[in-house]
């Protein structure tokens, strides 16, 4: 996001997405590939980095909106996840292209046709609404209270339901 309102200056037919992710996912998949481990902070250190990122990208997400109203859009990853056909029917609209019935089709064979997954971080899902939850079940109540906690601003602004 630092970088995002230099571009649009620069750049005056620039459109940017915003990709967004509930912190306590990231925070999830980061622990569990170890990147939250003691000699990373641990929980306490990993979570108050992201949370920090994650603010400091919504305040510059905001002050865009303001300065360079449509040429920014915030994409939850959930959404794409959950309702792949009706989040990239947007993100063409607001890039100003055609959503036309070969890339409905394409999306629908990447993220919904039943086809199996190849790879657990692949971009390829039989259905991909199935994994983007599996943090609910698979975190630990005390490291999710504390991402809640500690990132509850981002996570009210985008309106993820608590746990």
């Keep these: 996001m630092p970088v995002a309102?230099?571009?649009?200056?620069?750049?005056p037919n620039l459109k940017i997405v915003h990709l967004v992710r509930d912190p306590?996912?990231?925070?999830?998949?980061?622990s569990?590939?170890?990147?939250?481990?003691?000699?990373?902070?641990?929980?306490?250190?990993?979570?108050?980095r992201l949370c920090i990122d994650l603010e400091n990208n919504l305040v510059e997400e905001e002050l865009i909106m303001r300065d360079y109203p449509n040429r920014i859009l915030?994409?939850?990853?959930?959404?794409?996840?959950?309702?792949?056909?009706?989040?990239?029917?947007?993100?063409?609209e607001f890039a100003g292209y055609e959503f036309t019935d070969t890339?409905?089709?394409?999306?629908?064979?990447?993220?919904?046709?039943?086809?199996?997954n190849t790879y657990s971080y692949s971009t390829k899902r039989s259905n991909s609404s199935e994994h983007?939850?599996?943090w609910k079940n698979t975190m630990n109540p005390e490291f999710r209270?504390?991402?809640?906690t500690r990132c509850n601003y981002i996570i009210k602004?985008?309106?993820?339901d608590l746990v």
Excluded: M, W
């Design 103 to 116: 890339i409905k089709e394409y999306v629908f064979n990447t993220t919904l046709a039943g086809e199996g």
């Design 132 to 134: 983007v939850d599996n």
């Design 74 to 92: 915030p994409v939850l990853y959930e959404e794409i996840a959950k309702h792949p056909i009706e989040t990239s029917q947007k993100l063409y």
């Design 145 to 148: 209270n504390y991402v809640q």
């Design 32 to 48: 569990h590939l170890g990147k939250c481990n003691t000699g990373h902070g641990g929980i306490e250190g990993c979570t108050n």
């Design 5 to 11: 309102r230099k571009l649009l200056e620069e750049l």
């Design 157 to 160: 602004h985008y309106k993820y």
């Design 24 to 30: 306590r996912a990231v925070l999830q998949s980061q």
